[in-house]
T-cell receptor, first 114, second 113 residues
């Protein structure tokens, strides 16, 4: 079945450091890939998405490229801020699945220190 | 203004009680979902409805009964609450199509004592 694997957290960085959060997936069909962010005490917000191989999603300085050959969708940011501290979820939705449900990774907590 | 709204935001109740969580979306989406987030932040699909019809029931105990009176609403009723039901429950909606995307509610934190 379809699944998403993320690197375990927490990831602790100093402000302005470079961020990478690894995400790999397994899918039988043609997945779309997403990154969601959950700030403390809040709901899920879409950060970025990519719908086909080699697409790059970007938003708020974050980027991720859909790599079909490595089945990966790693999240990167060149310079993190304290306000980026949150839990980040990688997710996929398979168009071959009639429900279009989102399958999430386990989440990676990011803590950015001043 | 809120796109996907859930009520209540917090719910504290005793074991054995029956409770409901309501979800409404004003986006004109045709598909709605319930997700459960456990204490370790893991998110798991529970139910999916498309145009008021049940599409997914992911091996959820039958104490959980979703109800969709129309495309804009998906409520979750839970009977005989157990300690293990304590979690954050998220409602989400989506419009099927080429550029589909999901919108989540802000969650309902359920605590069973």
């Amino acid at each position: 079945g379809n699944s998403v694997t993320q690197m375990e957290g927490p990831v602790t960085l100093s402000e302005e450091a470079f961020l990478t959060i690894n995400c790999t997936y397994t899918a039988t069909g043609y997945p779309s890939l997403f990154w969601y962010v959950q700030y403390p005490g809040e709901g899920l917000q879409l950060l970025l998405k990519a719908t086909k191989a080699d697409d790059k999603g970007s938003n708020k300085g974050f980027e991720a490229t859909y790599r079909k050959e490595t089945t990966s969708f790693h999240l990167e940011k060149g310079s993190v801020q304290v306000s980026d501290s949150a839990v980040y979820f990688c997710a996929l939705s398979d168009l071959g699945d009639s429900s279009y449900k989102l399958i999430f990774g386990s989440g990676t907590r990011l803590l950015v220190r001043p | 203004d809120t796109a996907v709204s859930q009520t209540p935001k917090y719910l504290v109740t005793q074991m054995g009680n029956d409770k409901s969580i309501k979800c409404e979306q004003n986006l004109g989406h045709d598909t709605m979902y319930w997700y459960k987030q456990d204490s370790k932040k893991f998110l798991k699909i529970m139910f999916s409805y498309n145009n008021k019809e049940l599409i997914i029931n992911e091996t959820v105990p039958n104490r959980f009964s979703p109800k969709s009176p129309d495309k804009a609403h998906l409520n979750l009723h839970i009977n005989s609450l157990e300690l293990g039901d304590s979690a954050v429950y998220f409602c989400a909606s989506m419009l099927r199509g080429l550029n589909y995307g999901y919108t989540f509610g802000s969650g309902t934190r359920l605590t069973v004592v």
